[in-house]
């Protein structure tokens, strides 16, 4: 925790001992290292539900806040707190001073003890957010009928390269033919919720699997097919491309995507999948400043995550053997696509997107997956930059050979020296805590180039700002 510094003015505001009853309830003290060493009933039962033990690290955050300040600056504070035990919230008055026998550390009265329970968790809510953790970090996913029965299966993690020609070539039949469940001695397939958390062992791979069954149906009615998600319990450890005593030609090393992302991508998602675990509650009641603090790990892990990505795609973009794979496309298509998977992220601001419309087309020559990726980083900065309960709009414009899609927004707008060098590596332009890494619009510039295209910006100051990727055009068949 940061060291906080106050005036005198402000400690003696702190030490006002404007407290509600003034019977003392408990009493507790701590020694110099802030850990418990003695305390009554029920201050000593709360410190044993969140985690600690008399003597023992304070266990409650907001008590723990108030003693380090009491001790640091050697004086009487008093202020209220709040404490979740599992059950209930707990709010009480405390006061902390130093200790009157001359020891380091405080003695603590608590007052004004209330209990409430906590509210009811909003199941539907946490269930849909356990979904979204469990595909972040799944390695292959697969579309199941009502019966279970393959439908579609997607995966590139190396390991499971031989399980997806396996799936691809047995569609229709039962998942459970291509996996071994463990611990299990039961006819397949068995019910779906039997399987949803069930530990699977994969041919060909090493590692600890556990499957994740996301179940489609009306309340009260059968599931009318299922996404199967198989989650490894540890990263894949990477091989090594070249011999130990010969190292790849300059123009071909590709470090960071080829050795470092594989390895880091899956433990860097596991820590995100925990944090938002915590965050939500999802294991059980958690006082706000612990669900504070895993929602910062959180938000960290993603930002690590996204650089992560943005420098394997670098790398990718700037090796003299980069090429696209051009096919003619439906910009429309492709743009409502990004539209959709970016509209929750839209929504948490109250910004609405508008997308072509179903009917609109407009054809180009070009590679669907990096026009989405494109589109995706422009769409994601619009809805970054914008100011809540604005709007992005998404259109698309032929002119001639050239097929465009503009992504204009709302947000402050870019000077002509910022347009100038928007496009630059690295350039976030003084944008210092929005969690990107400079990277986006370099690359999404560079993919354009790639594929016979350009990327574009249109803007002036409070008049917010029109990205233009514009493509070789096609007629669609």
């Not at 405390?94 to 906590?118: H, N, Y």
């Not at 090393?253 to 594989?262: D, F, K, L, V």
């Not at 970016?342 to 609109?360: M, N, T, Y």
């Amino acid at each position: 925790m940061a060291h906080m510094t106050a005036t005198p003015t402000d400690l003696e505001k702190d030490a006002a001992p404007a407290a509600p009853g003034r019977g003392a309830l408990a009493h507790a003290v701590s020694d110099a290292a802030d850990r418990l060493v003695m305390a009554d009933e029920p201050l000593a039962t709360l410190q044993l539900r969140c985690g600690g033990e008399i003597p023992g690290p304070i266990a409650i955050p907001a008590l723990l806040e108030v003693i380090r300040k009491a001790r640091r600056y050697a004086l009487k504070l008093a202020r209220p707190i709040e404490a979740c035990d599992g059950t209930d919230t707990i709010s009480a008055w405390v006061e902390a001073q130093p200790r009157s026998d001359g020891e380091p550390g405080c003695d603590i009265i608590v007052r004004g003890w209330r209990t409430a329970p906590l509210p009811v968790a909003d199941t539907r809510h946490a269930a849909e957010t356990r979904a979204a953790i469990e595909r972040q970090v799944a390695e292959l996913a697969a579309r199941l009928d009502g019966e279970q029965r393959l439908l579609s299966v997607e995966s590139e993690a190396p390991d499971l390269a031989a399980l997806i020609l396996a799936m691809r070539a047995g569609l229709g039949l039962p998942w459970t033919d291509f996996v071994e469940i463990a611990d299990s001695s039961h006819r397949q397939p068995l019910h779906w919720r039997l399987l949803d958390g069930a530990h699977v062992l994969v041919p060909g791979s090493d590692r600890h699997w556990r499957a994740h069954l996301l179940a489609s149906q009306a309340y009260g009615a059968s599931p009318t097919g299922f996404e199967l998600l198989l989650c490894a319990d540890e990263p894949l450890v990477a091989k090594a491309a070249f011999p130990p005593d010969r190292s790849p030609p300059e123009s071909d090393r590709t470090m960071i995507g080829q050795e470092i992302a594989p390895v880091l991508k899956q433990p860097i998602a596991r820590i995100i999948a925990n944090a938002e675990t915590i965050r939500t509650r999802l294991a059980g009641p958690l006082a706000d400043e612990y669900a504070t603090y895993a929602s910062e790990i959180a938000s960290a892990g993603k930002h690590l995550l996204h650089l992560l990505e943005d420098l394997a795609d670098l790398e990718v973009v700037e090796s003299d053997s980069f090429s696209t794979a051009p096919d003619r496309i439906d910009l429309a298509d492709v743009a409502r696509q990004a539209s959709g998977i970016l509209g929750v992220r839209a929504r948490e601001r109250q910004i609405s997107i508008d997308a072509p419309k179903l009917g609109e087309s407009l054809g180009a020559v070009a590679e669907f997956r990096r026009v989405l990726q494109i589109l995706l980083n422009l769409i994601g900065n619009a809805i970054r930059y914008s100011p809540e309960g604005s709007g992005v709009w998404v259109r698309l414009e032929r002119a001639a050979e050239r097929a465009r899609v503009i992504v204009a927004d709302q947000g402050p707008g870019l000077t002509e020296e910022q347009a100038a060098i928007v496009f630059e590596k690295f350039e976030r332009l003084g944008r210092g805590g929005d969690g990107g890494s400079g990277l986006g619009l370099y690359i999404s510039r560079r993919l354009a180039r790639a594929m016979g295209g350009e990327l574009s910006v249109e803007s002036a100051p409070g008049q917010g700002a029109r990205f233009i990727l514009e493509l070789p055009a096609a007629e669609l068949e």
